[in-house]
């Protein structure tokens, strides 16, 4: 597969998408590198606001959404609506999304029990979605909103598009006003803002890096263009910009960070696993040079939380695991 290629299909998984930044949430790719101490930003407020149900919201992305009625059939055709469903005591109608059998989540054989919805997530069909009788079907921007016209009067459409933790807590609140369960939206909110914080008062000195592909090319997660990748500035040195939609690291860049601590995202398509990334990675003579792979601090992480929950849920999950490999 080509650099190029796994950068598309890497937006496509993880709707990591440059300029994607929600409006007035953050700075853009080209500000976000972790500059030493500097780039943790400003210290996570752990006040959580009310939240009021209402019929009708509007997103940091000045989207409006409005039901009739509550939703209680919801169509997930991106992951960050199944994890919000589920923050919110929730379960999707039909889903798209392999995120649910996480056991943090409901587990492989509760999630098997939720419809799929046929096509995929880059063309989910309209029929099938509608024959779930959805009261709302929350899907990706850059990728669904193309399905918009064919959902129209039938069901609401709300397009997400999450750039930073920022942006997925204000979904998270939006959904939770819509659906009215507002003491869920407000103790998840709490619960991932207290995980933050704690983990930033107790920030490690080590670099760590978060790459992701499927075979011997490779791309590195960076804040601005990845939800993840956006909080390790706060707990870690994390010294990676966003280079646009054609820029990447080469390995030599790697090596030259002396990375203390590598997360490796393989991503697998088609359902068919083709070995770990990290194993296929070894083959190149510079990668066993690199610190953390000497030090056996090399860690294969779960792609599905990692690289396409984005919300508080699984990125409370990031925080844990790289917390604990930080130390």
Known sequence: MSRRMLRTVRRWAAAAVMGALLAGCGSTAAETGDEGRGGAGAKTD???EPITAARSVTDGRGVTVATKTAPRRVVCLVALCDDMLAELGMTPAATNSGLLAHPKFLGREKAARIPVVPGGFLA???????????????????THGKLAPALKGATVFWPVQPG?????????????????RTSQGEAAEKAFRAKLA?????????????????????????????????LFPKIGHYPWKGRGVDGTYSM?????????????????????????????LAENPLWSRIPAVRNGDVHEVDSEVWAKGRGTR??????????????
């Open 314 to 327: 699984s990125l409370g999950l990031v925080l844990d695991e790289a917390t604990a490999a930080l130390k």
């Open 124 to 142: 989910p069909e309209a029929e099938a979605i509608l024959f779930h009788q959805p009261d709302l079907v929350i899907g990706l921007e850059d």
């Open 198 to 230: 704690e983990a930033e008062s107790a920030r490690s000195d080590k670099t760590a890096l978060i790459i992701f592909g499927s075979d011997e090319n490779f791309g590195v997660a960076t804040p601005g263009n990845d939800v993840a990748a956006g």
């Open 252 to 280: 030599e860049e790697v090596l030259a960070a002396d990375v203390d601590v590598l997360f490796v995202e393989t991503l697998s398509f088609g359902g068919s696993s083709e070995g770990k990334l990290s194993d296929k």
């Open 164 to 180: 930073s933790w920022e942006d997925s807590v204000g979904y998270l609140r939006n959904l939770a006003a819509l659906t009215g």
């Open 46 to 48: 752990v006040k959580v």
